[in-house]
């Protein structure tokens, strides 16, 4: 558990203390000194009395008799000696590890990992690493690596699993002025991680005191529901949260039988949980930490910006990005495109992007955000491009934009460009407090990747009209693999999802009854191989008995058929909803249009089960199929409100029932009045 001892500690040992700065043990001593620690500082180092200006011990006994944190940079066989000593008689209680040579290498390493975390555990301590590159706190700064970021109590907390990831993301942050308040790098996580950095962050929340916004960089979630948890929880209270999940490609996939376990994966996992967590997640340290600047900045309270610039092709840029990503950037017209057009230049342009041209000046600018900001209540942000146009410095407009920033009740983004023909502007600006986005695009994709992240979502789970204990009994009785028809239906109306009116046929006489009974037009499917479609084995729309009796014998000539299914036949939209089990995560939910579409448009989204309704409707509407669910060109929508039950109610019946490793609905058959399951597919394993 993270303590006290590991963030504010007394007194420190730097373990492998050296004067060679170019070592770790030198390089994390003198970033200490550097940092101006008050506490009681020692080194440990057998072959010198002073390292650096600072005493050194020979050997543990030689320590005063309470050392809080030790930070060890020696070779991994001679760590956990000293370890165990130092926390059995010098009452160390943190420890932050920055040896190598442990569980990343080899297995004799991973089982010093285990002593060295056993050691730790046995007093009740904190364990940072092995394999990191340390911690950075407002009272000490424990990393070895540069740059070492001056700490700001209203600046970013951050983890991270990688240290030398953590100073990519450093070098990327504090050119655009983004600050920090705190970094853990956890290494290994032999003993805390990502999960339990997130818990203590949550558990230690101050409103007003504690920062907001918090940034992670994990390489391997260990315990997704602790994360979720934890996550949420912080979001609710006012957090914001940008994460980079990596180590999620095609090579971690498996293979499967079903067309849900071919598209749902590790990444479609992390995908699923940092959405139902509120998470928004990045896929690089750029866009993490534009999305982190951002966070600092007011919230947009709606999706409607105005770009303001001298520079017509970085707003047509920036217009695309947004307009892909879902904001808008509505066309200005009527008195307010003319009241704009008179504060500027001649050739100048006030559609939106507003183009104030090269020519434009700082009180130009200024009362074009003026007039948007009090004017304008259907702008929500605006967004200033402002660069260096070779013709005179540009301190004025800077000026202009800083007093805007401070005034405006709407945010403004500012987007200065030429970091390096007008570096010493961008200084300027940056010393009053502001961050800058130097790429408009990359800011464009930050803006639209928060937009699109929900809220976390709600903990209850819906179970009105579900036989919790009919699903338990159905799967407790059920074989392993692929399930029958019969038991199929049983588990979908236990969870109250509608199912097509069907039966069995082994014989022409059962045939010809089934379809007295269920009335033409019929379908009818093969029962044995899992692709029906692949071999030949479904026949839609029969409308005669000939036909019927012609494809029953005809589905009976294929291998491993020994029955078919009969169902009437419905029409509407094909409709999709499928649930791959990921170990660790739970199942992932996916849905999107149906039939031969699941697999070619590729156009599915992700939930974690169990749903709640605002995160399945989420899930439809991000589809870029919805106009099809919604209506279009004249073709009847389907009933949204019943698909969005029937995704929920599924997501019930996984919860329930963690057997289920594959499901396949597909198709559904939805128009407005009703939805009805017509073909799925269950894969069960023992638990």
Excluded at 150 to 170: E, H, Q, R, Y
Excluded at 289 to 296: K, Y
Excluded at 423 to 434: I, K, P, Q, R, Y
Excluded at 439 to 464: C, F, G, M, N, W
Aim: overall charge negative.
């Amino acid at each position: 558990m993270i303590n006290e001892s590991l963030l504010n500690p007394q007194s420190i040992v730097v373990v492998g203390g050296s004067d060679d700065t170019s070592k770790p043990g030198g390089k994390i001593l003198k970033n200490i000194l550097d940092g101006h620690f008050n506490g009681k500082l020692f080194v440990l180092n057998p072959k010198k009395d002073k390292v650096q200006g600072v005493p050194s011990c020979q050997s543990v006994a030689e320590l005063p008799e309470t050392i809080d944190l030790a930070i060890v940079a020696i070779s991994a066989v001679h760590t956990v000696p000293v370890v165990k000593e130092l926390a059995q008689t010098k009452n160390t209680r943190a420890f932050i590890v920055i040896s190598a040579g442990f569980s990343e290498e080899t297995q004799e390493g991973a089982q010093l990992e285990e002593e060295l975390k056993n050691a730790v555990n046995e007093v009740n301590g904190a364990l940072i690493g092995p394999n990191c590159i340390g911690v950075l706190t407002p009272t000490y700064s424990g990393i070895f690596t540069s740059p070492v970021p001056k700490l700001d109590p209203s600046g970013c907390d951050f983890v991270s699993g990688s240290g030398s990831t953590a100073v990519f993301i450093l070098e990327s942050a504090l050119p655009k002025g983004l600050t920090f308040s705190s970094l853990i790098t956890v290494g290994n996580s032999a003993q805390l991680g990502i999960e339990e950095v997130l818990e203590y962050w949550d558990n230690s929340y101050i409103p007003g005191k504690s920062s907001d916004i918090k940034l992670i960089y994990v390489e391997n979630i260990k315990d997704p529901d602790k994360l979720l948890k934890h996550a949420s929880s912080l979001i609710r209270k006012g957090c914001r949260i940008a994460a980079i999940k990596s180590g999620v490609t095609d090579a971690g996939q498996r293979a499967t039988a079903s067309h849900t376990g071919a598209m749902a994966s590790a990444d479609s996992a992390v995908e699923a949980l940092f959405r139902k967590a509120g998470i928004v997640r990045c896929f690089g340290r750029e866009e993490l930490t534009t999305v982190a600047s951002v966070f600092n900045y007011p919230k947009l309270k709606g999706k409607n910006l105005a770009i303001i610039t001298h520079a017509g092709g970085a707003g047509v840029m920036l217009t695309d990005a947004l307009a892909g990503g879902g904001l808008n950037i509505p066309a200005i017209e009527g008195q307010a495109h003319d009241d704009i057009l008179n504060i500027l230049n001649p050739g100048s342009s006030a559609s939106n992007p507003i183009d104030i041209l090269a020519t434009g000046t700082a009180q130009q600018l200024g009362d074009v955000i003026e007039y948007c900001d009090t004017q304008m209540d259907d702008i929500h942000g605006m967004i200033v491009i402002f660069g260096s146009t070779g013709l005179s410095r540009v301190f004025d407009a800077y000026e202009t934009i800083h007093k805007k920033m401070s005034r405006c009740k709407k945010p403004v983004f500012p987007i200065l460009p030429s970091i390096s023909s007008a570096h010493e502007e961008v200084d300027f600006f940056l010393s009053h407090g502001h961050i800058n986005f130097p790429d408009e695009v990359v800011l464009a994709r930050a803006l639209t990747s928060i937009h699109q992240t929900p809220h976390p979502a709600d903990e209850e789970i819906y179970k009105e009209g579900i036989d919790i204990q009919a699903i338990r009994s159905t799967i407790e009785e059920a074989p392993e693999g692929f399930l029958d028809p019969a038991t199929n239906n049983e588990l979908l109306e236990a969870a109250g999802i509608p199912i097509v009116e069907e039966g069995i046929a082994t014989s022409k006489k059962e045939l010809t009854t089934l379809a007295k009974s269920l009335g033409y037009p019929l379908a009818v499917k093969v029962i044995g191989p899992v692709h029906k479609s692949d071999v030949g084995g479904v026949t839609l729309n029969i409308k005669s008995e000939t036909h019927l009796i012609s494809e029953y014998r005809r589905m009976r000539k294929i291998k491993g058929v020994k029955s078919v299914l009969v169902q009437k036949m419905q029409t509407g939209t094909e409709l999709f909803i499928g649930a791959k089990y990921e170990p660790k995560f739970g199942h992932v939910v996916l849905c999107g249009l149906g039939g031969i579409f699941v697999e070619t448009l590729g156009d599915t989204s992700y939930g974690l089960a169990p749903l709640t309704f605002d995160e399945a409707r989420s899930m439809v509407r991000s589809l870029k199929a919805y106009p099809v669910i919604k209506g279009t060109r004249g073709k009847e929508g389907i009933n949204e409100d019943k698909y969005v039950e029937i995704i929920v109610r599924l997501s019930t019946l996984l919860r329930y029932a963690t057997e289920i490793k594959e499901i396949d609905l597909n198709p559904l058959i939805g128009n407005k009045d009703e939805i009805i399951a017509v073909d799925g597919r269950i894969r069960i394993e023992a638990p």
